[in-house]
């Protein structure tokens, strides 16, 4: 009978060891798909968030060559008047009618990028609120 109660014991402790392994097991694995899914979510979030930076430094860096290019087109149009001129006052006249232009041009052109910048900043913020709302949702 002993050995009967031993063998009875041995078994029952057998499989209450075998069913805490399995359901410690099941909840690993369940750990870890929740924490899979969290991290995809991040990953995501984080592209969004750099595609945004990135689509947005593009936007200001073609602006701003743009700009560059407009610029030392006129500047060579400016010498060329420049050069053209006859006598002292005309040369002066030009001048001052060239840098008057290129200081409205500069001041617009000034504007124009800090709108640009301000407008890029602004839309990379809303996607970080974005990301960091989701990614807080989802822990």
Excluded at 14 to 33: D, H, L, P, W, Y
Excluded at 97 to 121: G, H, N
């Amino acid at each position: 009978m002993k050995r009967n109660n031993i063998m009875t014991n041995k078994t029952d402790t057998v499989r209450a060891a075998s069913k805490a392994t399995n359901e410690a097991i099941e909840k690993s694995q369940e750990m870890f798909t929740k924490s899979t899914a969290a991290s995809e979510k991040v990953a995501e979030g984080v592209i969004g968030l750099n595609a945004s930076a990135f689509k947005g430094a593009e936007v200001i860096a073609k602006k701003a060559y743009d700009n560059y290019v407009s610029n030392v087109a006129a500047a060579f149009d400016n010498a060329k008047t420049l050069s053209k001129t006859s006598d002292v006052a005309d040369f002066y006249k030009a001048a001052t009618a060239s840098f008057t232009k290129a200081s409205e041009t500069f001041t617009a052109q000034s504007k124009e990028m800090s709108e640009l910048s301000t407008k890029v900043y602004k839309d990379n913020v809303e996607v970080a609120k974005k990301f960091y709302a989701d990614a807080f949702k989802a822990a």
